[in-house]
């Protein structure tokens, strides 16, 4: 265990980091992380309206298919290069990494603040969401309950503040408690899925050209032609599988890292994209007349599962979606704080360094921890102006990590041959042929089109209260961080940084910068990845 420690140490020490967390997270843990990020039924659950109210139930089955092949290409992309820089600054530090000194500075301020913008607008979704399916539970329970923006921006920040509390702790009992998300999400989404097909009589099931075909083509926009409606249903799925390199952000935390992280984010990937289409598929079979939809509880998901099951029942299944939804804003916190401690650590943030300070309690970034949730309920607080403008922190998410996924991506391939940029291969390599290539392609072509995709109004005649504010956001805060590091920022930042002592600097071969070549893995290490549980 010691040996394997030392390893992942003095490998985060070539690129030019001092271990500062303690490696509590095993391969089991690490895993568990990859799905609870995701969050398969809960986040299913929160997002179902979009594509079902918008554009159908076809549109929910195959945007989820599609959409998923599609993660599948960009979760492979990503997680390679996570393979080979294994820090907590994750595609951020990548970024800077991959293309030459020049533009390094400028390209981690790119990559950081979107990246960042993402994080915080994907925790704050999953917070949001959180509420919406605690007060529909209650609504269902008590339909005459009269629920107010007030009581959901409420509990809201009482959830984020809890959150705050429970990522407080150190990171031993982070990585016990994650252990058992996975069995938590992937068990209430199989249950589900039995429940619903057990209790929904054969004859009141949809047929397949109602789930797969034409008739399931529903156009509830107002405005936009049967295309456009069909593919806003893609918000759903790239909603869910996103934040893969959330894993990145613990790898200082984890393990033999270059191995387990990577080899997570390829599995989740995998299993919520399976997953989540078969609940789909069976959602939808189960989903009874769309005119019904989404009920009293403003969800169509509990409101299928309160038609076919019952309220109790579905009430008590509803409580592990929630936990669910719990554990993911659990993760999505942990993982948002380790950005925010990295980005700090390299001078990103005008805080001096402030929040790049390591607690000695806990060994975890408290400050970071505390600044990240209060600056998350920041998005919450749309919804006290317009509930359907709040919805644009959905889209947001999916805009901002996405595009800050790809730009790793594309410098990787751009500057593969720069003298400057030298790119090491990890553990976890789709090598230099043509699966990485189209791998690459498809995962950039795809990002570029769902963003436009996620920039559009969804429903017509757009006003102020439903236009969908999230390229506005997202183009503002890369605009304003642009203006910033012009007029101040790049007195101060120069991408990221070593924070090594001289003698550390010195025996590594590091002078002035970070060392552009992390340790190779040696060849008995080149072999495919294997995932073991004996140290679960």
Same mark, same amino acid.
């Given at each position: 265990?010691?040996?394997?420690?030392?390893?992942?140490?003095?490998?985060?020490?070539?690129?030019?980091?001092?271990?500062?967390?303690?490696?509590?997270?095993?391969?089991?843990?690490?895993?568990?992380?990859?799905?609870?990020?995701?969050?398969?039924?809960?986040?299913?659950?929160?997002?179902?309206?979009?594509?079902?109210?918008?554009?159908?139930?076809?549109?929910?089955?195959?945007?989820?298919?599609? @959409?998923?092949?599609?993660?599948?290409? =960009?979760?492979? !992309?990503? $997680?390679?290069?996570?393979? +080979? *820089?294994? #820090?907590? &600054?994750?595609?951020?530090?990548?970024?800077?990494?991959?293309?030459?000194?020049?533009?390094?500075?400028?390209?981690?301020?790119?990559?950081?603040?979107?990246?960042?913008?993402?994080?915080?607008?994907?925790?704050?979704?999953?917070?949001?969401?959180?509420?919406?399916?605690?007060?529909?539970?209650?609504?269902?329970?008590?339909?005459?309950?009269?629920?107010?923006?007030?009581?959901?921006?409420?509990?809201?920040? @009482?959830?984020?503040?809890?959150?705050? =509390?429970?990522? !407080?702790? $150190?990171?031993?009992?982070? +990585? *016990?408690? #994650?252990? &058992?998300?996975?069995?938590?999400?992937?068990?209430?989404?199989?249950?589900?899925?039995?429940?619903?097909?057990?209790?929904?009589?054969?004859?009141?099931?949809?047929?397949?050209?109602?789930?797969?075909?034409?008739?399931?083509?529903?156009?509830?926009?107002?405005?936009?032609?049967?295309?456009?409606?069909?593919?806003?249903?893609?918000?759903?799925?790239?909603?869910?599988?996103?934040?893969?390199?959330?894993?990145?952000?613990?790898?200082?935390?984890?393990?033999?890292?270059?191995?387990? $992280?990577?080899?997570?984010?390829?599995?989740?990937?995998? &299993?919520?994209?399976?997953?989540?289409?078969?609940?789909?598929?069976?959602?939808?079979?189960?989903?009874?007349?769309?005119?019904?939809?989404?009920?009293?509880?403003?969800?169509?998901?509990?409101?299928?599962?309160?038609?076919?099951?019952?309220?109790?029942?579905?009430?008590?299944?509803?409580?592990?979606?929630?936990?669910?939804?719990?554990?993911?804003?659990?993760?999505?916190?942990?993982?948002?704080?380790?950005?925010?401690?990295?980005?700090?650590?390299?001078?990103?943030?005008?805080?001096?360094?402030?929040?790049?300070?390591?607690?000695?309690?806990?060994?975890?970034?408290?400050?970071?921890?505390?600044?990240?949730?209060?600056?998350?309920?920041?998005?919450?607080?749309?919804?006290?102006?317009?509930?359907?403008?709040?919805?644009?922190?959905?889209?947001?998410?999916?805009?901002?990590?996405?595009?800050?996924?790809?730009?790793?991506?594309?410098?990787?391939?751009?500057?593969?041959?720069?003298?400057?940029?030298?790119?090491?291969?990890?553990?976890?390599?789709?090598?230099?042929?043509?699966?990485?290539?189209?791998?690459?392609?498809?995962?950039?072509?795809?990002?570029?089109?769902?963003?436009?995709?996620?920039?559009?109004?969804?429903?017509?005649?757009?006003?102020?209260?439903?236009?969908?504010?999230?390229?506005?956001?997202?183009?503002?805060?890369?605009?304003?961080?642009?203006?910033?590091?012009?007029?101040?920022?790049?007195?101060?930042?120069?991408?990221?940084?070593?924070?090594?002592?001289?003698?550390?600097?010195?025996?590594?071969?590091?002078?002035?910068?970070?060392?552009?070549?992390?340790?190779?893995?040696?060849?008995?290490?080149?072999?495919?990845?294997?995932?073991?549980?004996?140290?679960?």
């Amino acid at each position: 265990m010691s040996s394997m420690i030392d390893d992942d140490d003095h490998r985060l020490e070539a690129l030019g980091y001092k271990p500062s967390f303690r490696r509590e997270f095993s391969n089991l843990a690490t895993i568990s992380f990859a799905f609870s990020i995701m969050g398969l039924c809960s986040s299913i659950a929160t997002t179902l309206n979009t594509p079902l109210l918008l554009g159908g139930p076809a549109s929910v089955t195959w945007c989820w298919l599609i @959409g998923s092949c599609m993660c599948f290409t =960009l979760g492979s !992309s990503i $997680a390679e290069i996570v393979s +080979a *820089f294994p #820090t907590c &600054g994750g595609l951020y530090t990548a970024s800077a990494r991959l293309c030459p000194k020049s533009n390094r500075a400028v390209v981690g301020w790119i990559v950081g603040w979107l990246n960042i913008l993402g994080q915080v607008a994907g925790l704050s979704s999953t917070e949001f969401g959180l509420a919406n399916m605690i007060w529909a539970a209650v609504s269902i329970s008590n339909p005459t309950f009269v629920l107010t923006q007030g009581k959901t921006v409420g509990l809201f920040a @009482g959830l984020l503040i809890v959150h705050g =509390l429970l990522n !407080s702790v $150190a990171t031993r009992y982070l +990585a *016990f408690a #994650t252990r &058992g998300f996975v069995f938590v999400n992937l068990g209430a989404t199989v249950v589900i899925i039995i429940v619903l097909l057990a209790t929904t009589p054969r004859s009141e099931m949809h047929a397949a050209n109602y789930v797969f075909g034409s008739q399931g083509i529903v156009n509830q926009t107002g405005g936009w032609n049967n295309g456009i409606a069909f593919l806003l249903g893609l918000l759903s799925v790239q909603w869910t599988m996103t934040d893969y390199d959330a894993t990145a952000h613990i790898s200082e935390e984890v393990r033999r890292a270059a191995y387990a $992280a990577p080899a997570a984010i390829f599995i989740a990937v995998i &299993g919520t994209g399976i997953l989540g289409w078969l609940l789909n598929i069976v959602l939808m079979l189960c989903s009874g007349p769309i005119e019904n939809l989404p009920g009293i509880s403003g969800s169509a998901f509990l409101q299928i599962m309160v038609m076919r099951m019952g309220t109790p029942a579905a009430l008590f299944l509803w409580s592990f979606v929630c936990l669910t939804a719990f554990f993911v804003s659990q993760t999505a916190l942990q993982a948002c704080s380790r950005t925010v401690y990295a980005f700090s650590r390299d001078h990103g943030l005008p805080d001096n360094g402030y929040f790049g300070h390591i607690a000695g309690s806990t060994r975890t970034p408290l400050r970071a921890i505390w600044f990240t949730t209060i600056l998350s309920i920041l998005p919450g607080l749309l919804d006290l102006a317009s509930p359907i403008a709040a919805n644009a922190i959905f889209a947001l998410t999916a805009i901002a990590l996405d595009l800050s996924y790809i730009i790793p991506i594309f410098l990787r391939r751009l500057y593969a041959n720069h003298p400057e940029v030298d790119f090491r291969p990890g553990p976890f390599y789709m090598g230099p042929g043509l699966l990485g290539w189209a791998a690459n392609i498809a995962c950039i072509s795809w990002t570029l089109f769902v963003c436009i995709i996620f920039s559009l109004p969804t429903v017509f005649p757009v006003t102020k209260d439903n236009m969908n504010y999230a390229a506005v956001i997202a183009i503002g805060v890369v605009v304003l961080s642009g203006i910033w590091y012009i007029i101040s920022a790049h007195r101060h930042y120069h991408g990221p940084t070593s924070n090594l002592d001289a003698e550390a600097k010195a025996r590594l071969g590091l002078v002035n910068e970070v060392r552009p070549d992390a340790p190779s893995i040696s060849e008995k290490e080149k072999d495919p990845v294997r995932i073991s549980l004996d140290s679960a």
